[in-house]
């Protein structure tokens, strides 16, 4: 089944002990890209990655970093985390071409919560 | 700077109406504009995805229209059930590299 995972679902943590959200896709998608989910914000992307080794900042950059090692692999990293960083989090992936006009799949979120 | 607007916030029908969602946007130079769904704690469910030179995309219930000009597209429902009860999500590709933007969603009730 094609489908983007993302791990952990839920984590509660304390402020400044790094963390990482992980997220992978089966569809050998070029594309991924994190998002944000913040009531009254919508989503609002932070990072994105065309390829692999191939990564560019978002909207909302500030506090995390990503990499892309593997195509599948597009882990989200927050070094020092801090109680802002409380949101829904979305790992989304697509093909990507000249005229991209596939769709983009999305993972089932991650909710992480900062004390 | 696109900005993409969804209105009503929220909507509650009785069981069997057709459901009208709306979304603006004020940059007309877009790729694609895609519907998705988000249920309580899930993630986004892709409904469908109009490219730009498209006028309107259909899948089984669903129609989703597209006026670039005036920077509009509405999805329909038609029938609607109690099933169809979640949040309506537009989102524009406007960029190369893929970024969406997305609306603040239309939260719908459909009640039995």
């Known amino acids: 089944e094609a489908q983007v995972t993302q791990n952990p679902r839920y984590l509660i943590t304390v402020t400044g002990k790094k963390l990482t959200v992980t997220c992978s896709q089966n569809?050998?998608?070029?594309?991924m890209s994190w998002y944000r989910q913040d009531p009254g914000l919508g989503l609002r992307q932070i990072y994105y990655?065309?390829?692999?080794?191939?990564?560019d900042k978002g909207d909302v950059p500030e506090g995390y970093k990503v990499s892309r090692k593997e195509k599948r692999n597009f882990p989200l990293i927050l070094e020092s985390p801090s109680p802002n960083q409380t949101s829904l989090y979305f790992c989304?992936?697509?093909?990507?071409?000249?005229?991209?006009?596939?769709?983009?799949?999305f993972g089932d979120g991650t909710r992480l919560s900062i004390l | 700077k696109q900005e993409v607007t969804q209105i009503p916030a929220a909507l509650s029908v009785p069981e069997g109406e057709n459901l009208v969602l709306n979304c603006s946007f004020t940059?007309?130079?877009?790729?694609?504009l895609q519907w998705f769904r988000q249920d309580p704690g899930k993630g986004l469910t892709s409904l469908l995805l109009?490219?730009?030179?498209?006028r309107e995309q259909t899948s089984g219930r669903l129609n989703a229209s597209l006026d670039k000009s005036s920077g509009r597209s509405t999805l329909y429902i038609a029938a609607s059930q109690p099933g169809d009860s979640a949040t309506y999500l537009c989102?524009?590709?406007?960029?190369?590299?893929?970024?969406?933007?997305f609306g603040a969603g239309t939260q719908v009730v459909v009640t039995p």
């Open positions: 109009i490219q730009s030179s498209q």
């Open positions: 989102a524009v590709r406007s960029d190369s590299w893929g970024k969406l933007q």
């Open positions: 940059d007309s130079a877009i790729y694609n």
């Open positions: 569809m050998n998608h070029e594309y």
């Open positions: 989304a992936s697509s093909s990507w071409g000249p005229s991209n006009n596939q769709p983009q799949h």
């Open positions: 990655s065309m390829n692999v080794e191939v990564t």
